[in-house]
Every structure is written in structure tokens, then in C-alpha cells.
């Protein structure tokens, strides 16, 4: 042990001590003893679509809104017209290797015009300038913010002039509100103003008896109308509205109850918004409390996770992420990260809402980093890597909408740019659905969005075998993206196979012999694993549901045909076409890795030389400075286990931990990003369990750092629901939950076991896979 570790833990000791006798805090809980800082501090509560940051200061309490279809812009067509005429042109340019020139040309007459930008906005404050005695104000003590994950309610409590103050916030999908209650130790206590605003001061604001009504078209009409309705109930005291606020005097208790919608789904805003507050106004607190906990609980329940005890859960969660920064060990936040992003997805992405974006439902001001937009070049995806196997397949559903909304102007797309059929996206969408790409060619000239994202559709139906769902939804998609690949396949005349092109290595660069940066080619690696992943998941489906037996035929042919996966002279995957000079060689995409995670080309059963070059890739990517951003670390976590190397998967996570993480627990790029979270939480789960190759691999990537622990609840694909216990590093005790009744393929270590089930059939095993 180091000399930071070890005085680190001595302090953590001693100090554990005097706390335990105080308080239990709970091991699922981020809380700290101060208010937020800044929003980087504050803590995010959300019923799918509505969320709220909560900053927890004692007497103006801010409250930052959000509801996820508020949102700037509006349906745009902005294809370059001259793109399909000039495609074979920049195709042969860059055959013949005139990278520069195929460069410009397809800048100038491929790139859309995309004059009206769009953005995911804020949707206000709820503010609360609460009053007491002056004295009281300077004399606070016992104060904790916390967001119990357990239950998904957020609490602020503190004692000001021997009356101790508590609010509690969350927010509700049965009630579809947000739900804020404030208590006081002495009765009559609550005194305090109630408001909302939002930027820009272009809101209606009207306050009127015991409500508030809020309305804008945003972004001066280029965008949504929103409406957002609050009322409170109060329990003693008085309520006076005034042109500016409300006003609660010598309450004993208050509830305030808060709806937002917004006319991007059609509807009337404002009847919506009316009718929810009107229902949520018929329960008492205690009601939407039970409600709430239910509903929220019966999906993060699934999953249970143990790494090991610290004492680091007497501490508030900033101190434990600075002693970690120091060369603290500390378990427990591990699994409280892990947790985290599990709380997230199930607060940013329910059934018949909007995707999680990339930053989730959570942003501030109207104009978000990156627009908060869908980014398909990794970042949509990466927030959904966690969904299956973690066993929430229902918050996947929103990601599925969301393609298949891509699919109409996908195909206008696929025939006004490149005149061929099927559907194509490129690197970004938004809520506007668009699929056409704008802006510099080393971003937007990659048309793989849609095919990369058709993936998650199968994914679903590896691990649920809803065949009803792959024949209404998965496969049409699927088809789609598989016939404009097809379509988008060319020869290569110098060498016969078929290559993918124009296209990039999503955002790299690379040099030309003489020195120049360029970043298209005919073939990059990821492009064609990317295909090859679609057109095999699409021909399994296509004989699963008996259908298109012909367009099945073309997709082997195409495969067939494929430019292969190649290495390079040092023995690494080539990332393009010919063995360029990287221009960042420790750039933040590892795209040519698409086959290790989240596809599965490259595996020890099928080709260990991809394996070892894979290793050798990454290697060189972080040696070069490679895995700076949040969401890039997440990535190599996901790399490292599916190398079934848990050291390396520990190191990075560790490093996700110490540089890419905000005292909120929020992943940073910085700025804030949700991928890193939601990716981070699939890698710690790729570590514990795969099930991607054909078999149910426990312990793949167990790191030496936790030794024993247990993690049940997880999904494998096929069906199942895995228990895993462990102790010294070795497997203890192994349970099966057949959902399906299919056969299954159980791996630890070298051993190997093949089970046949019956559906609800569960299944144990000890430490050397003999059934118990």
C-alpha cells in the first residue's frame, strides 16, 4: 500500500467510526454535505421524459427543469442536390488515391446546406426563496443532499434556529409529475415564495389562486410551444398568489406538483399539461411516494451488485471521488457508479418517450453542448449498450421508436443523395428526424448511422426471442439499412471485392504521401464490420421469420464478396484502406475495434490473431493519449473485457473514475456526456458476464482488486437470468433462470458446461460447474 492509500485510509477509519453511531447513509445513496456548487453538483431525478437537477440550497432553492421534447427547430430537407451526379466522381478520385481531391469535391458538392440549427433547451427553474429568522440563517447545521438510488428520490435537510428543514423531490411516471414536498420539524415553519422562469424572460408566466402556468414558442417560433403547470397543496398556513410569485406563510407542510408537455407530438400542450396536474392533484404525498417507489422499483430491483466493504459510505460521494483521484480504493463506489447508470437510463428513457440524448434528459440554457442531440456515430448507441444485460430491455424501446421514425426521411434520403433504395443516416440526428449530413466531410461523410444503429434491434432479440417484435419492427428496419448497403457496395477495380465509399473512420484523419490530412477513403475497416454485422444479423432473421429468401441470397453473395479485415506490417487492425500514417494516433474513436464490442467478429473462438492484433491496437491508441474523453474510456473498458483482460478493464475504469468523472457522478468529455455513464456501466457488467459468443461466459474479466463479491440479476442472451457469486477470485456459486427454455453453453475459465432447460426452469451450480 501506497502512502496516500494508507493515510487515506487510516482518516477513513477513525472518521468511520465516530460517523456509524450518527447515521447509516446507505450504500446506494450519492450525497454530499454542502449545497451544489455549481450544476455539475447538483443531482438529476427524472420519470423518463421530465427531470429535474436539484442544487439543494437551504433558502433559494433551485430546481432546473427539463422536459424532453422541448426543443428549438424544426423538419428540414436540406440534401445537396448535386450529390448524386458527383458520387461515382469522388469514388474514383479516391480509387486512383487522389484523397485531397475526392476531399474537396465531396465538401463542395455533397454536404447539405443545413441553415436552421436546432437544440435541446431547458425548460425553466422552479425557484423557492424560503424565510427565517435572521439569526437561523447563519446557523446551519446537519445539513445532506442525497439522491437515494434505491428509491429515486432525491432529499435536502439541514437545521436552521433548532428547526430542521427537509425536502423531498422526485419525479413520477404513474403520477406524471414532478413532485416536490417540504416538511418542517416545528408547525408553522414553512414560510417561502414560489416561482418559475426560464431564460431568455420571453415566457408567459401567470400565477393565479394556488397554481402557475408557464407557456412559450420557443426560439422566437422555430420550435415547440411548451407549457408547464404547477400547483401546491399546503397542510396549515396560507397561499396568496401575486403577478410574480406564489406566497406560503406558516405552513406545516407543502406539496407542489409540477407537469410540463410540449405540441411536438401534435396534442394540445396545455389541455395535457392541465389534465395531468389535475390528476396528480387527487393523491395525497404519501400516494405518489408509494406509487413512485413501486413503479421505479420494480425495474432497478432486477439487479443486485456486490465488489467488497469500505468505509467509504460514511463519506459524501465528492470526498470519495477525490480520495479515489488520490489512489483510494473504494469498492463501493464502484458499485454505487455502476448503479448509477442503471438509475439513469430508467430516468431518461421510458416506454412511448424520447430516447436518452447525450445528456440524457438533463441539460441547462438553450443552447446544449453538441445540442444535446443524437449523435449515431457511437454516442446514441453507447447509451443502450447497458440496456439488455442489465436487464432493462423495456428502456430500450425508446432508441427503437426513434429508428424506426429515421426510416421516412431515410429513404429520401438513401434516393435524393445517392440514388439508391433502402434507408441511411449519417453521423447525427435530432428530434427533427433528420438523416441528411452536413458540415466537414471528416464528420458527416460516413453513411452508416442507420445500419450501426439496426444492430440494438437484434440485440433485443438475442436476449428476449420476441419474435412478434422482430417481425413488426426489428426486421423491417433491418431489411431497410441491409438493401441500401447492399445498394452502396462497390467494386473495387483493383481488386475485385466489394468496398464501402465515400467514408471516413468516424472523425479521424489521416496522412497522404505527401503529407497531407485527409480523412475519406473507399473501404475504411469499421464501415465494412459494420455491414457485415447487418447483413449477418439480417439474414438470421430473414430465416427465423421464413421471409425473403431471394434478398437473403443477395446478402450471402454481398458478404462473400466483402473486403476482408486486415493487419497492418506492426501487426495491428488497419484502420483504412492502405497502412496511412495516423495524423492522431491517440484519437478518441477506436472505430476499426467495432468488431471486438459492440460486434462480435472478433472473439477467441473465431480468429485469436484478430484478438491479438485487436490488443495491439488499443495498445498503441493509449500509448498515444489515447482514452482523454469519458465516453472514448468507456469504450476501452467494454475493449479490455471482451480481451477477457480484467486488469486492463480495472485500470480504465479506475481512470474513468479519477479524470472523466464530475462530483455528480456525471460522465465529462467534458462537458457533461451521458454515453461515458451508460458505457461505463456496460463494461463493468462485460466483465462479469458475456454472452456474446455463443456462450454463457461468467467471470470473463474478473480483476484482481475484487476478490470476492456477487452480482445477480443480469441477462444473457438466449433467455436467461444469471446469479454469479465469487470468493478469492474463483467462482462460488452460479444460478440460472431459463426464461425460454432454450439449451445454453455455461464457461468459466476453460471449463465448459451445455445445459438443456425447460422455460422457467432454474438452474444451480458451485465453483466448478457440477449442478448443485
Not at 422499483?297 to 469500505?310: C, E, S
Request: neutral net charge; glycine residues 8%; proline residues 5%.
Amino acid at each position: 500500500m501506497n502512502r496516500i492509500n494508507f493515510v487515506l485510509s487510516i482518516l477513513f477509519s477513525c472518521a468511520a467510526i465516530a460517523l456509524k453511531a450518527q447515521q447509516s447513509p446507505g450504500e446506494l445513496k450519492i450525497w454530499f454535505n454542502h449545497p451544489a456548487g455549481s450544476w455539475n453538483e447538483a443531482l438529476p431525478v427524472g420519470n423518463g421524459r421530465l427531470g429535474a437537477m436539484i442544487f439543494g440550497y437551504p433558502f433559494a432553492e433551485r430546481l432546473q427543469l427539463n422536459e424532453e421534447t422541448v426543443w428549438s427547430g424544426q423538419p428540414a430537407d436540406f440534401v445537396n442536390p448535386e450529390a448524386k451526379a458527383v458520387l461515382p466522381v469522388v469514388r474514383k478520385l479516391l480509387f486512383e488515391g487522389k484523397y485531397i481531391e475526392a476531399q474537396k469535391l465531396a465538401q463542395e458538392k455533397m454536404m447539405g446546406d443545413k441553415k436552421e440549427g436546432a437544440s435541446y433547451q431547458t425548460l425553466g427553474d422552479m425557484l423557492l426563496d424560503l424565510e427565517v429568522p435572521e439569526n437561523a440563517r447563519n446557523s446551519i447545521t446537519n445539513y445532506r443532499r442525497e439522491l437515494d438510488l434505491e428509491t429515486a428520490v432525491a432529499k435536502v435537510v439541514f437545521s436552521a434556529g433548532n428547526i430542521t428543514y427537509t425536502r423531498e423531490i422526485f419525479s413520477s411516471k404513474p403520477g406524471e409529475a414532478l413532485v416536490v414536498r417540504l416538511t418542517a420539524s416545528k408547525p408553522g415553519s414553512l414560510t417561502f415564495n414560489l416561482r418559475l422562469q426560464r431564460p431568455g424572460e420571453k415566457a408567459l408566466i401567470q400565477y393565479s389562486g394556488t397554481g402557475i402556468s408557464m407557456s412559450e414558442h420557443t426560439n422566437s417560433g422555430v420550435g415547440v410551444k411548451l407549457v408547464s403547470k404547477a400547483a401546491l397543496t399546503n397542510e396549515g398556513g396560507t397561499v396568496q398568489a401575486t403577478s410574480t410569485h406564489l406566497r406560503v406563510e406558516k405552513a406545516d407542510a407543502v406539496t407542489i406538483l409540477l407537469t410540463a408537455n410540449t405540441d411536438y407530438r401534435k396534442g394540445d400542450p396545455e389541455s395535457l399539461s392541465q389534465t395531468q396536474l389535475n390528476n396528480a392533484l387527487k393523491y395525497a404525498y404519501a400516494d405518489h411516494l408509494k406509487l413512485h417507489v413501486a413503479d421505479y422499483q420494480k425495474y432497478f430491483k432486477r439487479v443486485n451488485l456486490d465488489l467488497g466493504q469500505t468505509n467509504g459510505i460514511y463519506f459524501p460521494t465528492d470526498a470519495r471521488l477525490t480520495a479515489m483521484q488520490n489512489g483510494n480504493t473504494d469498492p463501493q463506489l464502484i458499485k454505487l457508479y455502476y448503479q448509477f447508470g442503471r438509475y439513469l437510463l430508467i430516468s431518461s428513457s421510458r416506454p412511448g418517450d424520447l430516447p436518452a440524448n447525450l445528456q440524457g434528459i438533463w441539460s441547462d440554457g438553450l443552447w446544449a453542448p453538441w445540442s444535446a442531440d443524437y449523435h449515431i456515430n457511437i454516442n446514441i448507441q453507447m447509451n443502450y449498450w447497458l440496456a439488455e444485460q442489465t436487464n432493462l430491455s423495456e428502456m430500450h424501446q425508446p432508441f427503437f421508436d426513434f429508428i424506426e421514425a429515421l426510416r421516412p426521411d431515410g429513404r429520401k434520403t438513401a434516393r435524393d443523395m445517392y440514388g439508391m433504395k433502402g434507408i441511411v443516416a449519417h453521423y447525427t440526428t435530432d428530434v427533427w428526424h433528420f438523416t441528411e449530413t452536413s458540415g466537414n466531410v471528416q464528420y458527416a461523410m460516413w453513411p452508416m448511422g442507420i445500419a450501426w444503429s439496426a444492430q440494438h434491434l437484434w440485440e433485443h432479440y438475442l436476449f428476449t426471442e420476441d419474435k412478434a417484435a422482430l417481425r413488426s419492427q426489428g426486421y423491417p428496419i433491418m431489411r431497410e439499412a441491409a438493401e441500401f448497403c447492399l445498394n452502396w457496395l462497390t467494386k473495387n477495380p483493383a481488386t475485385g471485392q466489394l468496398v464501402s465509399g465515400p467514408s471516413t473512420s468516424p472523425e479521424n484523419t489521416f496522412l497522404t504521401k505527401t503529407g497531407e490530412r485527409a480523412t475519406m477513403v473507399m473501404g475504411p475497416t469499421m464501415d465494412h464490420m459494420i455491414i457485415r454485422d447487418l447483413l449477418e444479423n439480417t439474414i438470421a432473421a430473414s430465416k427465423i421469420l421464413a421471409r425473403d429468401a431471394a434478398f437473403r441470397r443477395r446478402m450471402e453473395k454481398a458478404l462473400g464478396g466483402l473486403a476482408p479485415t486486415k493487419l497492418g506490417s506492426d501487426g495491428r487492425i488497419m484502420e483504412w484502406t492502405e497502412e496511412f500514417k495516423e495524423a492522431d494516433p491517440g484519437h478518441r474513436h477506436i472505430s476499426h475495434l467495432f468488431g471486438l464490442h459492440p460486434g462480435r467478429q472478433i472473439t477467441s473462438q473465431k480468429n485469436p490473431e484478430l484478438l491479438a492484433a485487436a490488443r495491439k491496437t488499443i495498445n498503441h491508441r493509449l500509448a498515444n493519449g489515447g482514452g482523454h474523453t469519458g465516453w472514448s474510456r468507456a469504450w476501452i473498458i467494454n475493449f479490455f473485457a471482451r480481451l477477457q483482460d480484467g486488469e486492463q478493464a480495472y485500470k480504465n475504469l479506475i481512470a474513468l473514475l479519477q479524470k472523466s468523472t464530475l462530483p455528480n457522478l456525471f460522465d465529462t468529455h467534458p462537458p457533461f456526456q451521458i454515453d461515458g455513464n451508460f458505457g461505463a456501466t456496460a463494461g463493468i457488467t462485460e466483465m462479469l458476464l458475456q454472452s456474446h459468443a455463443g456462450e454463457i461466459h461468467v467471470l470473463p474479466a474478473l480483476p484482481a482488486a475484487w476478490q470476492k463479491g456477487y452480482i445477480h440479476g443480469l441477462s444473457a442472451r438466449g433467455g436467461f437470468d444469471v446469479d454469479i457469486d465469487w470468493d478469492n477470485g474463483k467462482l462460488t456459486r452460479l444460478t440460472i433462470l431459463s426464461k425460454l427454455g432454450n439449451p445454453g453453453l455455461i464457461r468459466f475459465g476453460e471449463k465448459t458446461v451445455s445445459i438443456s432447460t425447460v422455460k422457467g426452469g432454474k438452474y444451480a451450480f458451485d465453483g466448478n460447474l457440477n449442478p448443485l
